[in-house]
């Protein structure tokens, strides 16, 4: 996949204070890919600096390769959605999806087109000084200008020679029929109309959301409020869609039915998402990758099922799902030493003797009969999670958590037992 955004040692400060520092990512596109780390880590403003509300300190921001830095929000290829959905009370579903499209094709974006190339042709003039040249740069910017303030003329110039024509011709059917389809293509309110009305049916569609056309929004659940403004930030057709944290206001269930829907949408439009959250469970569920940050920087970007087996270090290990952290020396390629005891794992690449970090999650780890363990132990507590029980064990070292479908006896001795494939080492972190 080619990529679609760059940043490149992205550095933002407020007040003196750093937020963000050293920021290097690449995102492809139609990726799903998640800004995930606690509050205060940087990643809504690495959102907001795509986006454009945010200028950064140092750095640059690509889009397909050029800079956008100079590029404002409204004019980037994005759109975003935030956690109030700003939708507008007075309108109904249609119209709420379909704001978007009017304003587009509304005389105030007409004019605001008009200023841009009046503006770019001036500079175009101003820097040259070439008699000739400056007399073309002027007919273009007066054709354009034109076009703009009708874009018909074209049409109806064809029309007019076509209309001449007819007093010679010999074959006035065909003429008159050529007229009536360069007719058909004007563009017209009738015709912007039905085509507005085509896009939001698609996109209303898309969402889940057919048949609420009329629907008021205030009479609407947080999930299908959400949803009218994913259709509307998508109805613009942007290259990327930019979500702060949308599924923080709803509740667990219908989070939870949200993160597959989203993911699906994400598919049928074809689009990048970049999604910003603190939700562990939503980055795994959805992302294609997981960009996982602390303190303005990122610790690590990779598939959920990297950071999730894999994890970089300590912060990512402890912040994705539940671990059990130890401290060990690699022995060598493919052993490594820990409590007392040297254990074969698969990692290599680490110095003889070199202190590591090594994390075992909780359900790698099984309880067996004490003669059969790798480590023996006492059961410390009991907790049950629903779908497993969450099984402290009390060894000669520490306290393993492990999670499991079998009950045991509180005070119970017990072994425990993992393999080589569940160690995983990690260089440790200052």
């Known amino acids: 996949m080619a990529a679609l955004i760059e940043l490149k040692d992205i550095t933002k400060e407020f007040n003196g204070q750093v937020v963000l520092r050293g920021i290097d990512l690449t995102i492809e596109q139609n990726e799903f890919v998640t ?5 205060g880590c940087g990643k809504t403003t690495t959102l907001r600096i795509i ?5 950064p300190s140092a750095g640059e921001v690509l889009f397909d390769g050029e800079s956008i830095l100079d590029t404002p929000a409204h004019k980037r290829p994005t759109n975003t959605v935030f956690q109030r959905y700003a939708l507008f009370p007075h309108l109904n579903v249609f119209e709420n999806v379909a704001f978007g499209l009017r304003v587009k094709n509304d005389s105030l974006s007409t004019l605001e087109q008009i200023k841009q190339v009046q503006k770019t042709y001036q500079l175009k003039i101003k820097q040259t000084k070439d008699h000739e040249e400056i007399k073309e740069l002027k007919r273009e910017l007066k054709e354009k200008i034109t ?7 074209e049409l109806k110039e064809k029309i ?3 209309k001449k024509s007819l007093k010679t011709s010999q074959d006035k059917e065909k003429i008159l029929n050529d007229i009536e389809t360069l007719k058909a293509q004007f563009v017209t309110k009738k015709k912007i109309e039905a085509e507005i009305e085509e896009k939001v049916n698609k996109y209303l569609k898309l969402v889940g959301l057919e048949g609420y056309e009329e629907r008021e929004v205030h009479k609407l659940s947080g999930g299908q409020q959400q949803r009218v403004a994913i259709a509307r930030a998508l ?10 944290e949308p599924l923080a206001a709803l509740d667990l269930k219908l989070r939870q039915e949200m993160q597959y829907e989203l993911k699906e949408i994400q598919r049928s439009a074809g689009i990048t998402f970049i999604f910003v959250t603190h939700d562990q469970e939503e980055a795994l569920t959805m992302s294609d990758k997981i960009v996982v940050m602390n303190q303005g920087e990122i610790y690590q970007i990779g598939t959920p099922e990297d950071i999730y087996n894999e994890p970089a270090n300590t912060f990512v ?10 401290d060990g020396i690699m022995k060598d390629d493919l052993l490594v030493s820990f409590d007392g005891k040297d254990y074969i794992c698969v990692d290599k690449g680490f110095s003889k003797n070199e202190p590591v970090d090594i994390v075992i999650r909780p359900e790698d780890i099984d309880i067996v009969d004490e ?3 790798l480590l023996v132990g006492v059961v410390d507590s009991i907790a049950f999670k629903g779908v497993h029980y969450e099984i ?12 499991t479908t079998d009950y045991h006896e509180l005070h119970s001795k017990v072994g425990i037992k993992f393999g080589p494939e569940d160690i995983h080492v990690m260089e440790k972190w200052t």
Do not use: M, Q, W
Not at 35 to 39: C, D, K, Q
Not at 147 to 153: A, E, H, K, S, V
Not at 235 to 244: A, C, G, Q, R, T
């Open 35 to 39: 800004l995930l780390g606690p509050s």
């Open 51 to 55: 986006g454009g509300f945010v200028d």
């Open 147 to 153: 076009y703009l303030r009708d874009p018909n003329i």
């Open 160 to 162: 007019k020679d076509l």
């Open 235 to 244: 109805i613009n057709e942007p290259k990327v869609l930019l979500l702060d």
């Open 317 to 326: 290990a402890k912040f994705i799902g539940e671990s059990n952290i130890i």
């Open 371 to 373: 003669n059969e363990g």
């Open 392 to 403: 402290d064990v009390k060894t000669k070292e520490r306290i393993f958590t492990i999670h």
